[in-house]
């Protein structure tokens, strides 16, 4: 079996930049344990596997340990080689995916991503999180991760975290944000229990980031940075209960994979 494999720099228009996610088209689904190895084999924090439906297309996504419910950066890269490469002719698709359905629109160069928003509420601050930044944030919340707000953009920048901390909280991972002077806001993620230290650029962090900084601002739609050391550029819209991500995408390369026979993992 050969299989095409498209490697899309997310949140970027330049190659180097933004997050690399892999990005696999299949006709069927492979064993999801061959998903994982291939995933695994990567070792960049996401690749996305999709296969067509009647409606448009089922896509999942594998970090290099484990399948997640929801992975932006992957879906738009996604979109990107579907509009680009694979002779895609209208300018919306629809996936079905474990978090419901997403919507891709194309508008020129940006991808415009349609996303369930997820607001976060406030928690108490978990000792791990103060061990692991060495310093007491502002504000804590929770979604699918913890939002911890921080008072100026240079401590965003300047955290080094203590992994081993946060590889013992119970959620996916750890935002950290604060409000930006050239941006709305910027933020860092870091999700250690998934095989991730830090995500260059993460955009279902930003379906929890929208609500909360959206509120604190008094307006629907923001512009963000998440400034990893690749960095990666993000336009955020709040419409009700969805949250609209915009960004660009590049490719950096497409090759194939061989697979002659697997083998189950134990």
């Not at 990107?80 to 919306?92: A, C, G, H, I, P």
């Not at 991730?196 to 307006?219: C, F, N």
Request: hydrophobic share 35%; with cysteine.
């Amino acid at each position: 079996m050969e299989l095409t494999h498209y490697q899309v720099d997310a949140f970027a228009d330049r190659p180097f930049e933004g997050n690399p996610a892999a990005v696999i088209p299949l006709e069927t689904w492979l064993p999801d344990d061959v998903m994982q190895s291939i995933a695994e084999e990567n070792n960049i924090s996401e690749t996305a596997f999709f296969v067509p439906t009647e409606k448009g297309f089922h896509i999942r996504w594998f970090t290099p340990t484990s399948e997640v419910d929801l992975c932006g950066h992957a879906t738009l890269a996604t979109a990107y080689v579907l509009f680009n490469f694979l002779s895609y002719d209208k300018d919306r698709i629809e996936f079905d995916s474990k978090s419901g359905t997403l919507t891709v629109l194309q508008n020129e160069d940006w991808l415009i991503m349609d996303f369930p928003s997820q607001p976060p509420v406030s928690c108490d601050v978990p000792d791990e999180i103060i061990k692991a930044f060495g310093k007491t944030p502002i504000e804590c919340l929770r979604s699918e991760d913890y939002i911890v707000v921080f008072e100026t953009e240079s401590d965003i920048a300047s955290i080094r975290p203590d992994m081993d901390y946060l590889k013992r909280l119970d959620l996916r991972g750890v935002i950290i944000t604060a409000e930006s002077n050239q941006y709305d806001f910027v933020s860092r993620f870091f999700a250690p229990k998934y095989g991730i230290d830090e995500d260059p650029v993460t955009g279902s962090a930003h379906t929890q980031l929208t609500p909360y900084w959206s509120g604190r601002m008094g307006k629907t739609r923001l512009t963000a940075k998440q400034i990893s050391c690749r960095g990666g550029e993000l336009i955020c819209e709040l419409h009700g209960d969805r949250v609209l991500i915009s960004g660009k995408a590049v490719k950096y390369m497409e090759g194939k994979i061989e697979i002659k026979t697997w083998q189950p993992l134990e």
